[in-house]
């Protein structure tokens, strides 16, 4: 990343600066090379103008093509294009953000990534794909599947590819099997007995209300009102806003919501459910407990209790509670409020979380 600009420099167009003097002087990036314009302000400011747009055309780039009317692309070449458009249509969330560049990343760097958008074909797609499972796992490569049928999808909407074409659309979903060990309810409590106080707590709230771990730990005391813990899903950007009635509650379990979140209460202050409850290093009583502190604290009490896995998997981890509150609900009130209360938009998502291995949308006790 380029050094900021000087506050001075901030309102002059790129490339144009001026110095203690007051004279301005257009710097070309590319060349290294730098031209006095004078001291006539409004002057150097239609110079510098003029300068960039000769730069543009010296060197473009897929996006100005596109904007231009080119159609005719390298896969390499429309991935920014697609960035732009996608981004600006989805406003996705950071994590999702960031997934996305990490794959979009891996796509470019594909021998195939060179070729034209219309010459690529299903046998190329499939190619990289099985390829791509076979070094990063078969979760990550059914992400990169989804995401490589969005790139072509897009390709299709702005006449880059013809519609119908997409080589992406008869390729297998690469085989997923889950390599975490699933959580048992009895696994859970020896889990919990040898926790420290906030972890607990955010194992409590965790199997009751059925959030991801980023969500508990975002979770404040001022979400619950009138009755109802209140969660934005951090996942979907805030979009799905679940309003969770207090008073539901696990028979299994033996507190309801309402009673979980009272409980996380105690002598210190701090907005947060999940605190910390003495000083560790530069944190203090009351300082927000970082998401990935509750894995970390989740390893350590799994750990002592010696839950193990069996050999081809690996140890359930603080993401598993969700996968056991998912299976509690289930078998206690139905399929349809534990989809609710985990806030999945399909059965086909929950259903993920059920094998063994805009507006506030209310989820109310039954």
């Not at 000769?54 to 294009?81: C, F, H, M, N, Q």
């Not at 059914?142 to 992406?168: C, H, Y």
Request: positive net charge; contains cysteine; glycine residues 8%.
């Amino acid at each position: 990343m380029g050094r900021q600009r000087l506050a001075k420099n901030r309102a002059l167009p790129p490339n144009l600066y001026v110095n203690s003097a007051g004279y301005y002087y257009y710097r070309d990036a590319g060349k290294k090379t730098q031209k006095g314009l004078g001291k006539d302000r409004a002057k150097a400011i239609q110079a510098a103008r003029q300068a960039n747009a000769a730069v543009a055309v010296r060197e473009p780039s897929s996006l100005v093509d596109w904007v231009l009317g080119k159609s005719d692309y390298t896969l390499a070449e429309w991935l920014p294009i697609y960035r732009e458009l996608w981004e600006e249509k989805t406003q996705p969330a950071a994590n999702t953000l960031q997934g996305a560049k990490s794959l979009l990343k891996r796509v470019a760097a594909a021998d195939f990534a060179k070729m034209r958008m219309r010459q690529i074909e299903t046998a190329h797609v499939a190619t990289f794909l099985e390829a791509f499972a076979k070094s990063s796992g078969a979760g990550t490569a059914r992400n990169m599947r989804s995401k490589l049928t969005d790139i072509f999808r897009w390709a299709e909407t702005q006449g880059v590819i013809e519609v119908g074409k997409n080589p992406v659309s008869a390729t297998f979903n690469p085989n997923y099997r889950v390599a975490r060990e699933r959580l048992s309810l009895e696994q859970f409590w020896a889990i919990h007995a040898l926790a420290n106080t906030w972890a607990k707590n955010a194992m409590m709230l965790a199997l009751v209300t059925g959030q991801r771990r980023d969500d508990i730990a975002s979770m404040r005391f001022a979400d619950f009102k009138d009755g109802y813990l209140h969660v934005a899903q951090g996942k979907s950007g805030g979009e799905t806003k679940l309003q969770i009635d207090g008073a539901i509650k696990l028979s299994k379990v033996g507190l309801s919501i309402g009673e979980v979140v009272a409980g996380c209460r105690d002598l210190i202050v701090s907005r947060y459910l999940v605190h910390h409850t003495e000083r560790v290093s530069t944190t203090k009583p009351g300082d927000k407990v970082r998401a990935a502190g509750l894995s970390e604290a989740f390893a350590k009490a799994r750990d002592r209790a010696e839950i193990g896995s069996s050999s081809d998997r690996t140890p359930p981890s603080f993401h598993e509670i969700r996968s056991l509150s998912e299976r509690l609900y289930r078998e206690e009130f139905g399929a349809d409020f534990a989809q609710a209360i985990l806030g999945h938009k399909s059965a086909q998502m929950t259903a993920k979380y059920d094998d063994l291995r805009g507006g506030w949308k209310t989820v109310k006790a039954k």
